[in-house]
């Protein structure tokens, strides 16, 4: 199922694309009815005396092999552990009140604590003699609430697929208790978790979630006694999984750059697993991870850190480089994601993402937005034009993290006030962008895109074009909106607002008449900004930053009204000096 369908030939390996190129998003009209009550009831039947017989089986002594975790773990977190905290972007719980069987956290942070990636922190941080009475404790407290009752909250297959790989990997602090009462059930409850994950997996939500529970079946069938036989059957779900879930030029369907990363760090540790037992790493995986590293390095600033894009935060450079080499990738940054959607320009020290692509898919998971068109900037490791982030699984008010999503909160054109792709009240995509077409040429010294989408056109008889060139030294970035009149027509004007959003290091000085500011950049080159076609002001704007605190910035917004015969603004960010 792809998020979007290509419409002509297959990627040739070079940066320019067959004019006239389009993506057409699906219209698949969301989950139905009957997808949403089977969903519910699986949930109902894992409950049920009958789902906790088929979780019976053997004892597992021990494990057969204690992999490596590649991913270094984040020491400020892991500081945070020693000190009784639990600390999880800007939230905290002191470990003494943590009740793994009432936590009433954030989305992200009770994920966090349910699957035990905390370990990795703890063990970035502390000895094996400190970590353990941690650890232990922690884990004693899970399965206490959780080793024999399956409850959804913490029972989802990917949760259970990434436990299983780390507490696989830090089993040292976990199993290394004298009480072999403990040590039994931790095995026990492994054993558990990989027959739950038996049926579960298939039934995750397509994408990362899924990738992680066929990783945490292979892992169990790899390392826990007894589940040889579910090796071949993990293998073949991941693989499958895997063409669902990765576009043909490696992106994740949802288009998040931390969705991608999951998947990245997954294989990557799913590897280690195999490395555990000396056993070869799947040729489908090894292909996965070819094309999936260069597109989460195509979403790269020159700072090393992600863009934020389809609710992902612009997750830290030390652990994307960290992901890559756990991968065992060496790549360049891709280009030209031409399925997956986000286009590159590069240049000397200027780095541009572009959201070339329709939105994902109705059917996909919560969180998508709607960007189609919308771009960020960097000059070398300081950020320039930004989208105002995403909100993830944080703790900031639903209102603001359902404004991250709106058109207006990315660095491109908005009509009327209004989104280029409607945003549910469940939190899903509805209709808006269904075409986005596409050129893409790199000549006499300068990298152009030309793109337009269809998602004002039906209510407002508008096509949006936006045209981006980099020139060769990345010093000068030009670019126009316009606003091509198209289907039905339009007798009266049209109020439109045109959006860049600036980093918070970015000190912004109006310049001219109104239609130019000069952006200085501490510690870095100062940029000016020029536009034509419509006023210029200077206002508050916000970006979410890579531990989802809200820091105040500015925006260059550019207002005024469309006439029913369309309308161009030409606007140009060039270095000083």
């Excluded at 943590?98 to 992200?108: E, H, I, K, Y």
């Excluded at 780390?166 to 026990?188: E, Q």
């Excluded at 541009?352 to 919560?366: K, Y």
Aim: glycine share 10%; net charge neutral; hydrophobic share 40%.
């Amino acid at each position: 199922m792809n998020a979007h369908q290509p419409v002509d030939t297959p990627y040739q390996g070079d940066d320019s694309i067959k004019p006239g190129r389009r993506l057409i998003r699906l219209d698949d009209g969301g989950l139905s009815l009957a997808e949403k009550l089977a969903a519910r009831l699986q949930s109902v039947v894992w409950r049920t005396p009958l789902h906790r017989l088929r979780l019976r089986g053997k004892f597992p002594l021990k494990l057969i092999a204690v992999p490596e975790d590649p991913i270094p773990g984040d020491r400020v977190r892991g500081q945070a552990l020693l000190e009784g905290r639990a600390f999880f972007h800007g939230q905290e719980i002191a470990l003494a009140d943590l009740d793994f069987g009432a936590l009433d956290l954030s989305p992200g942070f009770a994920d966090y604590l349910q699957s035990f990636e905390w370990l990795r922190d703890l063990a970035a941080v502390a000895d094996r003699e400190e970590a353990t009475p941690i650890a232990e404790r922690l884990m004693r407290n899970w399965v206490e609430n959780y080793g024999t009752r399956v409850a959804q909250k913490s029972w989802r297959a990917d949760l259970w697929g990434q436990r299983m790989m780390v507490w696989t990997a830090h089993a040292p602090l976990i199993l290394s208790s004298g009480d072999l009462v403990y040590r039994s059930s931790v095995l026990n409850v492994m054993a558990r978790g990989a027959r739950h994950l038996d049926r579960a997996a298939s039934k995750a939500p397509l994408g990362a979630a899924q990738v992680q529970a066929w990783s945490g079946v292979i892992a169990a069938g790899l390392l826990v006694q007894g589940g040889e036989g579910r090796i071949g059957r993990g293998e073949a779900g991941l693989a499958r999984t895997l063409s669902q879930t990765l576009t043909a030029d490696g992106g994740v369907i949802c288009r998040s750059p931390r969705s991608q990363l999951v998947i990245v760090e997954t294989l990557a540790m799913l590897r280690a697993t195999y490395d555990a037992r000396r056993q070869e790493f799947p040729a489908p995986f090894e292909s996965a991870l070819a094309y999936a590293v260069p597109a989460l390095l195509g979403v790269t600033h020159g700072d090393g850190g992600l863009a934020s894009w389809q609710g992902s935060w612009p997750t830290g450079s030390r652990r994307v480089a960290a992901a890559v080499e756990a991968s065992g990738q060496r790549a360049l940054p891709l280009r030209n994601a031409r399925d997956w959607g986000y286009h590159r320009l590069q240049a000397g020290d200027t780095a541009v993402i572009i959201d070339a692509a329709p939105p994902p898919s109705m059917r996909l998971e919560t969180g998508g937005c709607a960007s189609t068109l919308a771009f960020e900037m960097s000059d070398g490791p300081h950020r320039i034009v930004v989208n105002c982030g995403g909100a993830g699984g944080s703790a900031l008010a639903p209102a603001f993290a359902a404004g991250l999503r709106t058109t207006a909160a990315h660095s491109t054109l908005t009509l009327s006030d209004s989104n280029s792709t409607a945003l549910n009240s469940d939190g899903s995509l509805g209709r808006g962008v269904v075409e986005v077409e596409l050129d893409r040429h790199e000549s006499t010294g300068v990298s152009r895109i030309e793109a337009n989408h269809d998602g004002y056109v039906r209510r407002f008889g508008f096509l949006h074009k936006r045209q981006i060139g980099l020139s060769e030294e990345g010093d000068e970035l030009r670019g126009a909106d316009v606003l091509l009149p198209t289907g039905r027509k339009r007798n009266e004007d049209t109020p439109f607002s045109l959006r860049f959003h600036l980093s918070p290091d970015i000190e912004v000085t109006p310049t001219g008449e109104g239609d130019g500011a000069l952006l200085r950049i501490e510690g870095g080159p100062a940029w000016h900004f020029r536009c034509r076609g419509a006023a210029l002001a200077i206002e508050d704007s916000v970006w979410v930053d890579d531990r989802s605190q809200a820091c105040p910035s500015h925006q260059l917004a550019i207002s005024g009204q469309a006439p029913p015969g369309g309308e161009t603004i030409s606007w140009m960010f060039r270095r000083a000096g």
